[in-house]
């Protein structure tokens, strides 16, 4: 029996322990100077930490600790680390990628800095502090009242036509107008703005920054401008709303990548509420302590969420009927899980397992994984796109960062049973790198980006294809040319098309230095014809576009 004296002490070799390993390590490290960790900090938050985590254990990006070992299924041990690949070598990676999906830095990152990181990441990393109900209600401001608030529309904005676009480098959020192309306002919002999402009523927007600043922009305001904000981690990447029947508007749920844990807000103020931890075990029964959350969808069908656990592969749907006795049904998936969209019928939603080749089909209905599907390299859908295939029936479609495809999946079990959950086709795209696909009810068209891909060409254009014959090539259309803008040493990728509300038109983001003019240019999705291209000099570095009613209403 261990006594009160032997509990302490290994207690106390416990708490030693890591870091006995960890200094073992950090005496081999190039050193640096406190300001160098800083900057260097700094640029690994911005441009690595969101695919290899903040304690760098890895996700759709490799493991960057020191040091890292793991015991394989038949008992063998691997072991690797940042130390063992060394400076020249970490160098090269960062400067001009890797085959396995790591992009190049050098027109990012100078020299200095490419060294700077090489060195950074062979030093032990800081664990950042948590962030508790406290922290999170000392940031909290309601810049506008509810009982301040219109009580109907104050503007003559065609609301449902409206785009919220992320600016991603001015931490900002720009309204266009839909019909006009006019820019309805540009509001303050958190670093670098990952997605915007729409209240069942169509009234309010959420969008999160990475630095987990949740902004709410009032949209019947004479003016839409935020009217609350709250910090809701250090990093996040998701949000959105209640939308079933009753719970309208209610409540606002953000899912944080560190720490990693979700909370939950009041849908009109973003008074804090709730938060819960998402760390735990993985598919494979290990511990991980950063297990971030990834996609949030609301269903329609429900008062629940689905909440995507990126590094455990486990998803939770949250019911939030009670949350003080918060009920959280956890099922196994694959690990790594990023991004997803619904089904036609808003029953299924399909989320990529990126690193793990795979989409998790969950069924809100029966609430349980319905399937697993194996898929090319690192699937990346966005939402995904859902048409009907003239031979396999209803379809939800991802393209993949790691692969030249876009992979088909068949998504009705009542009428098409020998095709759900299946692999029923592959396209072949025009080379890997994709990031997001589109379509809508209303066309005919398919619509894929490439802004990953190594050659410029490729990374500067959109493909479209035909529906009802997906053996023809696609139509290419060179965003970048098409825009008009001069010809600068940075590729302008073009990246996320989505549709305006009536699903005749596309709007390509052109993605730029910062330094250079950027714009969002717009097709005619019947004719495939140029129809606007959208360069103020206000719209700078634009990624994101969501269109008020095909977010809402979940219509991709
Ligand atoms: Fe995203 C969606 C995470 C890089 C633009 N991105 C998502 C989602 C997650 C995610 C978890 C799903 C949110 C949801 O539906 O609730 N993205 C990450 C990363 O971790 C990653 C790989 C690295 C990072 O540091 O953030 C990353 N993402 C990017 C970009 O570089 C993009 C292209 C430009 C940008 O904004 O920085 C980008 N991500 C987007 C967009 C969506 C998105 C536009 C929403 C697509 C949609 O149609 O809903």
């Known amino acids: 029996m261990k006594t009160r004296g032997t ?29 160098e960790k800083a900057t260097a900090k700094k640029i690994y938050f911005e441009r690595c930490a969101g695919c290899h985590g903040v304690l760098r254990k890895g996700a759709t990006g490799k493991n960057l600790e020191p040091h890292w070992e793991k015991t394989l299924k038949d008992g063998s041990k691997l072991e690797g680390g940042t130390l063992k690949l060394g400076q020249n070598r970490l160098e090269k990676i960062i400067a001009y990628g890797t085959e396995g999906g790591m992009v190049n830095f050098d027109d990012i990152l100078t020299k200095d800095e490419i060294n700077l990181m090489a060195r950074y990441i062979q030093n032990v990393p800081d664990v950042p ?38 600016l991603r480098d001015t931490g900002e959020v720009a309204l266009i107008d839909g019909d006009t192309k006019g820019i309805v306002s540009v509001v303050k919002t958190g670093y670098a703005v990952h997605i915007s999402r729409i209240s069942a009523s169509g009234r309010y927007v959420y969008v999160i ?35 079933f029947k009753g719970y309208e508007d209610t409540y606002a749920i953000a899912g944080g990548y560190w720490p990693p844990q979700y909370s939950i807000m009041d849908g009109a103020t973003l008074e804090p509420l709730k938060i819960v931890s998402t ?72 989320v990529a397992a990126n690193a793990s080749n795979k989409i998790a089909v969950v069924d809100t209905v029966e609430r ?60 072949k795209h025009v080379g890997a790198g994709n990031l997001f696909v589109k379509t809508h009810p209303k066309s005919k068209h398919l619509w894929a980006d490439a802004p990953q891909n190594p050659e410029k060409a490729l990374a500067e254009s959109v493909a479209v294809y035909l529906i009802s014959d997906l053996s023809k090539p696609p139509v290419m259309l060179n965003v970048a040319k098409d825009s008009g803008l001069p010809e600068t040493s940075a590729i302008k990728r073009a990246v996320q098309p989505e549709y305006n509300a009536d699903g005749n038109e596309v709007w390509i983001s052109l993605w730029g230095g910062k330094a250079d003019q950027s714009a969002i240019v717009v097709y005619d999705d019947v004719t495939l014809k140029l129809k606007k291209v959208i360069t103020d000099p206000k719209i700078i ?6 269109n008020l009613h095909n977010t809402q209403h979940d219509i991709y």
């Open 129 to 166: 502090p948590e962030f508790s109900m406290a922290e999170m209600k000392a940031t909290w401001k309601v810049m506008m009242p509810v009982d301040k608030r219109p009580t109907k529309q104050m503007n003559k904005i065609n609301l449902k036509n409206i785009f919220s676009v992320t």
């Open 279 to 350: 760390r735990g075990m993985t598919v494979d029964g290990e511990y991980h302590p950063e297990p971030r959350v990834a996609s949030i969808v609301a269903s329609q069908t429900k008062p629940e969420w689905v909440v995507n656990i990126k590094e455990t592969g486990q998803i939770r749907l949250v019911d939030y009927s009670d949350l003080k006795n918060l009920k959280e049904t956890t099922f196994e998936s694959a690990k790594f899980l990023h991004d997803g969209g619904w089904d036609s019928t808003q029953r299924y939603f399909l």
């Open 209 to 243: 920054g990475r630095d987990g600043r949740l902004s709410l922009i009032d949209l019947w305001l004479e003016q839409p401008a935020v009217v609350a904000e709250v910090k809701v981690a250090f990093d996040a990447r998701s949000v959105d709303t209640s939308k």
């Open 541 to 546: 570095t634009p990624t994101g576009k969501f």
């Open 7 to 35: 509990w302490l002490a290994s207690a106390l070799a416990m708490a030693a322990m890591p870091f006995a390993i960890s200094s073992a390590f950090a005496a081999d490290a190039p050193s640096m100077t406190d300001a």
């Open 368 to 427: 349980k994984l319905a399937a697993l599907v194996d898929t090319a390299k690192i699937p990346h859908p966005g939402r995904g796109a859902n048409f009907v295939h003239p031979t396999y029936g209803p379809v939800w479609t991802t393209g993949h960062l790691g692969a030249d495809v876009i992979t088909l999946i068949g998504t009705d079990p009542e009428k098409h049973k020998d095709n759900a959950w299946k692999v029923v086709q592959e396209i």
